[in-house]
């Protein structure tokens, strides 16, 4: 007994010493449908460009390159295996992947046509579209001037049908990849080249090419073209859930750790874009002076000061010490970009964020030091790519549970600071919560203190802050959103080059120094001294805390399931009419667009049959609104009993009713509704002792077309067929007119 207690004893320390691995190892909270579609798909294909260095290219058919190194860090972690599929070029792989013999793309940049067809991920990469000239033109070509000029752009790109239509007088010339575009320009056969800035200087590095710079960025109204993206078919969900909630447990260590791998020069030199002097060394932070154009040296030469707004209390971002000092983070990124710019920036002094931005309005200051695009902001400031990625979570008394879903937080006062982004858009996407308008941080947690707001939301490291100088213990972190705030510079739009210059300053700050800025305002410091007394106390504390666990382990598994069976209930509820026990209108519309995308997409056929009671008004008029009642669940049932599990049935209101039909064409459609309107025709319903009421329907059929774009189309013409049938005299069915 004594030799097995002791096994028992050496397992559970064992345990304990591993728990913390077992803990990380389940960190991406995987949903049950999540889990089971990896066990279903053990491997995926993924998509790899022979010619796109750096981001993606294959050597000797060995997939290569930043997005190629991150799906291989995320597959790793999400226990998945991946095969590059490559020897295609770009536009022979997106035919490959809407043939679905490819699982993912890499390295995608959105717009409305694609969005319509697939699932985008979160973003992953900023990607601006730069102009590169070659070095005897710098100065002489801008993006002003691009008329008549000959203009290399990458073949079946999306961004060259943008440039198309941004550029009409200029002649756009289509290169298969990045290096013929190159070759083109530096040897005259264009004037101007379109690319990342990553991606040419990769190759003009690798191929010594001397003759070309940068010129400058390119603006374009669609942002989804400013960021890459990974992207999957719509019947695959799942896929990029997983592949998003891999990223969002990436470390900042294992992004940096990429960053420079691929984006920085191994002999720890940035490559020069130009011939000026622009090169740092990465271990002694040396900054590199932004290659800019004539224009815009010109532009700073005449602006002389740069005058810049702050959130003057938003630690530990930015605010005004008690000496009116700009500090925080911001200071010290404003400190790189303004000996990157070369001119002073001068910091206006404000006392709350709303009197900042009033000042943007009327000019009075030329930036905002870190701000979000909103569309009201658009009317008086441009924005630079965002440099900080900031979680929002909600701070609540300690007595308040955890919650993953606001909706669910009926009329509970949340404060936001007046004229955040995030104000705006929390109120448009949870209109439960009822939003009060505080002038700070500061003003904000102390009434959720006081008991005056039930919550406050902002940002995680400015409310940890806020939790470790001046609210220890009074708060808590009860929930979290799962919205980022993506802050760049705000620049006012009346001088667009300005803008571009702190583009230029965004994508030249150097990884280290951005995790140096990082790490000296939002570290965790570590005692270094051992205290073995404390360690042993730990772990006598965490071998009781393991035996909890596995006593109540049982128990709680069998609580879990109960939960989970009493959620797919309420869910099940939600779909349902109370009244008849049919889908309801929202379910429908919900299940209705996904089959009808894939009928679509496998050319299958689709009917709808509209129904409405007969002169169902006289019913409850002359019988009363109960035995209406009656009618409605009699006609249910017949629709239950007389149709096939894979139709959806569904109540849309009052006494219509929809049936939609798989796999149906017009006839069976036809053949199906005459079936139901006799048997209704011959029902009488009981409705107390010996009464009996008869009642009729009538009936519109509609199908799916090939010009159909949704199902709305398909309902308004079944509508249409069942106000005909109605004129003609009601009990009838008609079909939609077609030629």
Same mark, same amino acid.
């Given at each position: 007994?004594?030799?097995?207690?002791?096994?028992?004893?050496?397992?559970?320390?064992?345990?304990?010493?591993?728990?913390?691995?077992?803990?990380?190892?389940?960190?991406?909270?995987?949903?049950?449908?999540?889990?089971?579609?990896?066990?279903?798909?053990?491997?995926? /294909?993924?998509?790899?460009?022979?010619?796109?260095?750096?981001?993606?290219?294959?050597?000797?058919?060995?997939?290569?390159?930043?997005?190629?190194?991150?799906?291989?860090?995320?597959?790793?972690?999400?226990?998945?295996?991946?095969?590059?599929?490559?020897?295609?070029?770009?536009?022979?792989?997106?035919?490959?992947?809407?043939?679905?013999?490819?699982?993912?793309?890499?390295? *995608?940049?959105?717009?409305?046509?694609?969005?319509?067809?697939?699932?985008?991920?979160?973003? %992953?990469?900023?990607?601006?579209?730069?102009?590169?000239?070659?070095?005897? $033109?710098?100065?002489?070509?801008?993006?002003?001037?691009?008329?008549?000029?000959?203009?290399? #752009?990458?073949?079946?790109?999306?961004?060259?049908?943008?440039?198309?239509?941004?550029?009409?007088?200029?002649?756009?010339?289509?290169?298969?990849?990045?290096?013929?575009?190159?070759?083109?320009?530096?040897?005259?056969?264009? &004037?101007? #080249?379109?690319?990342?800035?990553?991606?040419?200087? =990769?190759?003009?590095?690798?191929?010594?090419?001397?003759?070309?710079?940068?010129?400058? %960025?390119?603006?374009?109204?669609?942002?989804?073209?400013?960021? !890459?993206?990974?992207?999957?078919? /719509?019947?695959?969900?799942?896929?990029? #859930?997983?592949?998003?909630?891999?990223?969002?447990?990436?470390?900042?260590?294992?992004?940096?750790?990429?960053?420079?791998?691929?984006?920085?020069?191994?002999?720890?030199? *940035?490559?020069?874009?130009?011939? @000026?002097?622009?090169?740092?060394?990465?271990?002694?932070?040396?900054?590199?002076?932004?290659?800019?154009?004539?224009? +815009?040296?010109?532009?700073?030469?005449?602006?002389?000061?740069?005058?810049?707004?702050?959130?003057?209390?938003?630690?530990?971002?930015?605010?005004?010490?008690?000496?009116?000092?700009?500090?925080?983070?911001?200071?010290?990124?404003?400190?790189?970009?303004?000996?990157?710019?070369?001119?002073?920036?001068?910091?206006?002094?404000? /006392?709350?964020?709303?009197?900042?931005?009033?000042?943007?309005?009327?000019?009075?200051?030329?930036?905002?030091?870190?701000?979000?695009?909103?569309? +009201?902001?658009?009317? =008086?400031?441009?924005?630079?790519?965002?440099?900080?990625?900031?979680?929002?979570?909600?701070?609540?008394?300690?007595?308040?549970?955890?919650?993953?879903?606001?909706?669910?937080?009926?009329?509970?006062?949340?404060?936001?600071?007046?004229? %955040?982004?995030?104000?705006?858009?929390?109120?448009?996407?949870?209109?439960?919560?009822?939003?009060?308008?505080? +002038?700070? !941080? @500061?003003?904000?947690?102390?009434?959720?203190?006081?008991?005056?707001?039930?919550?406050?939301?902002?940002?995680?490291?400015?409310?940890? =802050?806020?939790?470790?100088?001046?609210?220890?213990?009074?708060?808590?972190?009860?929930?979290?959103?799962?919205?980022?705030?993506?802050?760049?510079?705000?620049?006012?739009? &009346?001088?667009?080059?300005?803008?571009?210059?702190?583009?230029?300053?965004?994508?030249?700050?150097?990884?280290?120094?951005?995790?140096?800025?990082?790490?000296?305002?939002?570290?965790?410091?570590?005692?270094?001294?051992?205290?073995?007394?404390?360690?042993?106390?730990?772990?006598?504390?965490?071998?009781?805390?393991?035996?909890?666990?596995?006593?109540?382990?049982?128990?709680?598994?069998?609580? $879990?399931?109960?939960?989970?069976?009493?959620?797919?209930?309420?869910?099940?509820?939600?779909?349902?009419?109370?009244?008849?026990?049919?889908?309801?209108?929202?379910?429908?519309?919900?299940?209705?667009?996904?089959?009808?995308?894939?009928?679509?997409?496998?050319?299958? *056929?689709?009917?709808?049959?509209?129904?409405?009671? &007969?002169?169902?008004?006289?019913?409850?008029?002359?019988?009363?609104?109960?035995?209406?009642?009656?009618?409605?669940?009699?006609?249910?049932?017949?629709?239950?009993?007389?149709?096939?599990?894979?139709?959806?049935?569904?109540?849309?209101?009052?006494?219509?009713?929809?049936?939609?039909?798989?796999?149906?064409?017009?006839?069976?459609?036809?053949?199906?509704?005459?079936?139901?309107?006799?048997?209704?025709?011959?029902?009488?319903?009981?409705?107390?002792?010996?009464?009996?009421?008869?009642?009729?329907?009538?009936?519109?059929? #509609?199908?799916?077309?090939?010009?159909?774009?949704?199902?709305?189309?398909?309902?308004?013409?079944?509508? @249409?067929?069942?106000?005909?049938?109605?004129?003609?005299?009601?009990?009838?069915?008609?079909? @939609?007119?077609?030629?």
């Amino acid at each position: 007994m004594m030799i097995q207690l002791n096994t028992l004893f050496l397992r559970t320390i064992f345990f304990l010493l591993l728990f913390p691995f077992f803990l990380y190892a389940n960190d991406l909270n995987l949903t049950q449908k999540e889990i089971r579609w990896l066990q279903n798909h053990p491997s995926i /294909k993924v998509s790899n460009e022979d010619d796109w260095p750096p981001f993606d290219f294959s050597v000797d058919g060995k997939a290569q390159g930043f997005s190629v190194e991150l799906i291989d860090l995320l597959a790793k972690k999400i226990g998945i295996k991946v095969e590059f599929i490559n020897g295609y070029s770009w536009i022979e792989l997106l035919e490959e992947f809407d043939k679905h013999n490819i699982d993912m793309m890499q390295s *995608m940049t959105k717009d409305a046509q694609r969005e319509a067809k697939y699932i985008f991920s979160k973003p %992953y990469m900023p990607w601006k579209i730069s102009y590169f000239v070659r070095s005897d $033109n710098i100065g002489h070509i801008t993006s002003k001037d691009f008329k008549g000029k000959k203009i290399a #752009a990458g073949k079946g790109w999306s961004t060259t049908k943008t440039l198309k239509v941004m550029y009409p007088d200029a002649k756009i010339i289509e290169y298969k990849n990045s290096m013929a575009m190159l070759e083109a320009l530096s040897t005259s056969k264009v &004037d101007v #080249a379109i690319d990342n800035i990553h991606v040419f200087n =990769y190759l003009m590095s690798k191929n010594i090419i001397t003759n070309i710079q940068h010129g400058g %960025y390119i603006h374009l109204k669609d942002k989804g073209k400013n960021n !890459l993206h990974f992207v999957a078919h /719509k019947n695959n969900p799942e896929l990029i #859930a997983i592949f998003n909630k891999a990223y969002d447990s990436l470390s900042t260590d294992e992004k940096l750790s990429l960053q420079k791998r691929w984006f920085i020069n191994k002999k720890q030199k *940035m490559v020069q874009l130009t011939g @000026e002097d622009h090169q740092y060394n990465m271990f002694n932070n040396l900054l590199p002076r932004i290659s800019l154009n004539t224009e +815009e040296k010109e532009y700073l030469k005449k602006k002389k000061v740069i005058r810049m707004c702050i959130d003057p209390a938003w630690m530990p971002y930015e605010k005004f010490d008690k000496n009116g000092k700009h500090i925080g983070m911001t200071a010290d990124f404003f400190a790189v970009f303004q000996k990157d710019i070369g001119i002073p920036i001068e910091v206006i002094h404000t /006392k709350s964020w709303s009197e900042s931005l009033r000042a943007a309005k009327k000019r009075e200051c030329d930036i905002f030091s870190l701000a979000m695009e909103t569309p +009201e902001r658009k009317k =008086y400031m441009d924005f630079t790519t965002p440099y900080l990625s900031i979680p929002l979570v909600m701070a609540t008394r300690p007595n308040v549970g955890f919650f993953d879903d606001f909706r669910y937080l009926k009329n509970k006062k949340v404060g936001v600071v007046k004229g %955040y982004a995030y104000n705006e858009i929390i109120r448009k996407k949870y209109p439960n919560l009822q939003i009060v308008d505080v +002038e700070n !941080l @500061e003003e904000g947690l102390n009434r959720v203190v006081n008991g005056e707001l039930f919550g406050f939301i902002d940002t995680l490291a400015s409310i940890g =802050y806020m939790f470790q100088t001046q609210f220890v213990g009074e708060l808590k972190i009860a929930g979290k959103f799962d919205e980022k705030w993506e802050l760049g510079i705000g620049v006012r739009n &009346d001088e667009p080059i300005l803008e571009e210059i702190f583009e230029k300053a965004v994508q030249n700050i150097p990884p280290d120094v951005k995790q140096e800025i990082f790490s000296k305002f939002i570290s965790i410091k570590y005692d270094q001294h051992m205290d073995y007394m404390l360690i042993l106390k730990i772990l006598v504390i965490g071998l009781v805390v393991v035996l909890l666990i596995l006593y109540h382990n049982r128990k709680l598994t069998r609580i $879990n399931k109960q939960l989970e069976k009493l959620q797919e209930q309420l869910q099940e509820q939600a779909h349902r009419d109370p009244m008849t026990n049919l889908y309801n209108r929202r379910y429908f519309h919900d299940i209705a667009s996904k089959m009808v995308a894939l009928a679509k997409r496998e050319h299958k *056929m689709i009917s709808v049959i509209m129904l409405d009671i &007969d002169h169902f008004k006289v019913v409850n008029d002359t019988y009363g609104h109960d035995v209406g009642d009656i009618v409605i669940k009699q006609l249910a049932e017949i629709l239950k009993k007389h149709t096939r599990e894979s139709d959806i049935i569904t109540r849309f209101g009052g006494e219509e009713f929809v049936v939609l039909l798989p796999n149906t064409d017009l006839e069976g459609a036809k053949k199906m509704a005459l079936k139901i309107r006799e048997i209704v025709e011959q029902t009488e319903v009981d409705y107390g002792g010996t009464n009996k009421i008869a009642f009729s329907v009538s009936l519109g059929v #509609a199908t799916l077309a090939e010009n159909d774009i949704n199902i709305e189309m398909v309902l308004k013409r079944a509508d @249409e067929a069942l106000y005909k049938a109605k004129e003609s005299g009601r009990n009838r069915v008609c079909v @939609e007119f077609t030629q």
